[in-house]
Antibody, heavy 117, light 107 residues
Framework: EVQLVESGGGLVQPGGSLRLSCAVSGFTFSNSWMSWVRQAPGKGLEWVANIKEDGSEKVYVDSVKGRFTFSRDNAKNSLFLQMNSLRAEDTAVYYC??????????WGQGTLVTVSP | EIVLTQSPATLSLSPGERATLSCRASQSVSSSLAWYQQKPGQAPRLLIYDTSNRATGIPARFSGSGSGTDFTLTISSLEPEDFAVYYCQQCTNWPRTFGQGTKVEIK
């Protein structure tokens, strides 16, 4: 069974930092592109970033470039999203997702990040 | 950035009725379009990829069509579990973008 489990969300002040994790099982993680997709409260979906199987390529949406860093540890079947200089508009549920061919095949349950004073 | 515009915002229908959801792209995405279903408190689920291919385990009542800039998701006969929000998504260009969603609600 494919499982993706996010953790690390919480309340943080504007300008602060947070590190999200995603533990993966049930498929060959090291062969998979992976993504983060976020959803602000009551809003739609926004793709944030993705990472190649070996971590050698990463692409970010413009709004997080220079602030967020996506990494992975294939030995531990884990993803990480380091989020710095957080803003109110980063408040959202963050989902990790298995990507293939540009589509998002499997999703975690999400972790909520709230940026507020 | 490719903007995807979904219509209508809300569709009010009864179980057993046919649902037709639209997604229009600001420029051609060829056939690189997917549809997702999201229920309250849950993660999205991939329904359709490459415009018309059903993902594993998706019932045949879900079908997708279109090409270029205009796409349609059709639910042939609504089941109670189909009332949800539906999003389209393109993967032709970076960044990957989603439509704003269509809510299918019980009339």
């Amino acid at each position: 069974e494919v499982q993706l489990v996010e953790s690390g969300g919480g309340l943080v002040q504007p300008g602060g930092s947070l590190r999200l994790s995603c533990a993966v099982s049930g498929f060959t993680f090291s062969n998979s592109w992976m993504s983060w997709v976020r959803q602000a409260p009551g809003k739609g979906l926004e793709w944030v970033a993705n990472i190649k199987e070996d971590g050698s390529e990463k692409v970010y949406v413009d709004s997080v470039k220079g602030r967020f860093t996506f990494s992975r540890d294939n030995a531990k079947n884990s993803l990480f999203l380091q989020m710095n200089s957080l803003r109110a508009e980063d408040t959202a549920v963050y989902y990790c997702a298995r990507e293939g061919g540009g589509y998002f095949w499997s999703w975690g349950q999400g972790t909520l990040v709230t940026v507020s004073p | 950035e490719i903007v995807l515009t979904q219509s209508p915002a809300t569709l009010s229908l009864s179980p057993g009725e046919r649902a037709t959801l639209s997604c229009r792209a600001s420029q051609s995405v060829s056939s690189s379009l997917a549809w997702y279903q999201q229920k309250p408190g849950q993660a999205p689920r991939l329904l359709i990829y490459d415009t018309s291919n059903r993902a594993t385990g998706i019932p045949a009542r879900f079908s997708g069509s279109g090409s270029g800039t205009d796409f349609t998701l059709t639910i042939s006969s609504l089941e109670p579990e189909d009332f949800a929000v539906y999003y389209c998504q393109q993967c032709t260009n970076w960044p990957r973008t989603f439509g704003q969603g269509t809510k299918v609600e019980i009339k």
